[in-house]
């Protein structure tokens, strides 16, 4: 990815430059983890840098950077977090600038600090879509998963416990069913399976903003299911869905969200569509392979038909999202 350096003059990059001191580091050194407070930025004078995330049990490198690069300063400028960890593959020399020597000279220099926002704030605009998972339009041509680590003291000990057969599991056969027809034929729009507990979260359309509870049994009976969940055509409410969107955009607050924020949203309530109702069953027909999964206990799955993402928690894992095109992948390379 380019630097946000890229249109400054030689004048700029020199004011840039002044601020840099220098450190080694050694090879497999970790330089930050993700999740870190951004206190630093780096320029690489020697060596190589690997940027990457942690993914379930697997380390994915989302970037080499290398002599010339610049790195972790984007984090820097918005005053926030790692988004990703950097280690050094060999014997690096870096140039480090401290965050707060940075913010110092981009309030001394109004025109370097004009660049660089302009640059951040469309990055910014496209993180916003990236990070809310907006793109979620299910072409198939790529895998998207986000994984989140949860506690590690649980991580380990996780698989030392005997599994329980819970409700869900007992019944499950018959409650995909029901899932199934809650997402397609009637008002549901997203539904939490907790696997352990037995509670079932729902919300719809008719109440979007709110999440319904109810015990896994209650809705393997149909009068209880007709009572709370009357039925809708699925492209209906794919259409009840698209126009809350655009009464959003219509909304006075809409038109003073920052720009980025303002255009990002616009360009996905435009360009929304519901998850294509032919892959509602193939989701929901590997829950029970998902639960079987042999070194680790998903505990929940989440299925929304606002977005292509699945969202799976793990007692001994944290969360993982996923998109349909990596749902398959996922759960045949962990069965």
């Known amino acids: ?60 490198e989302i970037q080499e950077a290398k002599a010339g690069d610049w790195f972790g300063e984007v984090a820097v400028v918005n005053k926030g977090y790692r988004t990703a960890s950097a280690k050094a593959k060999v014997a690096t020399r870096l ?36 990070e809310k998972m907006l793109n979620t339009v ?20 996780a698989m030392e416990r005997p599994r329980y057969e819970s409700v ?5 056969e018959a409650l995909t069913a029901c899932f199934e027809d809650l997402l397609i034929n009637r008002t549901a729009h997203r539904i939490m399976v907790g696997f352990n507990n037995g509670e079932i979260r729902v919300s719809t359309v008719l109440d979007p903003f709110s999440e319904e509870f109810h015990p896994a049994l209650r809705l393997l009976d149909t009068s209880y299911v007709q009572r709370h969940f009357p039925k809708i055509d699925y492209n209906r409410k794919a259409g009840m869905i698209q126009r809350m969107y655009q009464a959003i955009v219509e909304d006075a607050f809409f038109k003073e969200l920052p720009e980025h924020l303002k255009q990002g949203f616009a360009s996905y309530f435009h360009n929304w569509q519901p998850l294509p109702v032919d892959e509602i069953p193939k989701i929901i027909a590997r829950l029970p392979q998902l639960r ?44």
């Not at 890229?6 to 840099?20: A, F, K, Y």
């Not at 989140?148 to 991580?155: H, M, Q, T, V």
């Open 1 to 60: 990815m380019a630097s946000v350096f890229r249109d400054l003059t030689e004048r700029e990059l020199g004011r840039v430059r002044q601020l840099i001191s220098d450190v080694e580091i050694a090879p497999d050194e970790v330089i930050f983890n993700e999740g870190d407070l951004a206190d630093c930025l780096y320029y690489i004078e020697s060596g190589i840098v690997s940027l990457y995330i942690e993914k379930f049990n697997t380390i994915q």
């Open 138 to 157: 299910c072409d198939g041509s790529r895998d998207m998963h986000i994984s989140i680590k949860g506690d590690a003291s649980l991580r380990f000990s």
């Open 95 to 130: 140039g480090k600038i401290s965050a707060s020597d940075f913010h110092t000279l981009l309030a001394q220099e109004p025109e370097i600090n004009r660049i660089i926002h302009a640059i951040v704030n469309f990055r910014n605009e496209k993180l916003v879509l990236e």
């Open 292 to 335: 079987k999964i042999s070194n680790f206990y998903a505990r929940s799955a989440t299925i929304n038909i606002v977005k292509d993402a699945i969202q799976m928690q793990f007692n001994c894992d944290g969360s993982h999202i996923v998109n349909l095109h990596a749902y398959e992948h996922f759960v045949e390379d962990m069965s």
């Open 168 to 172: 869900v599991d007992k019944n499950l």
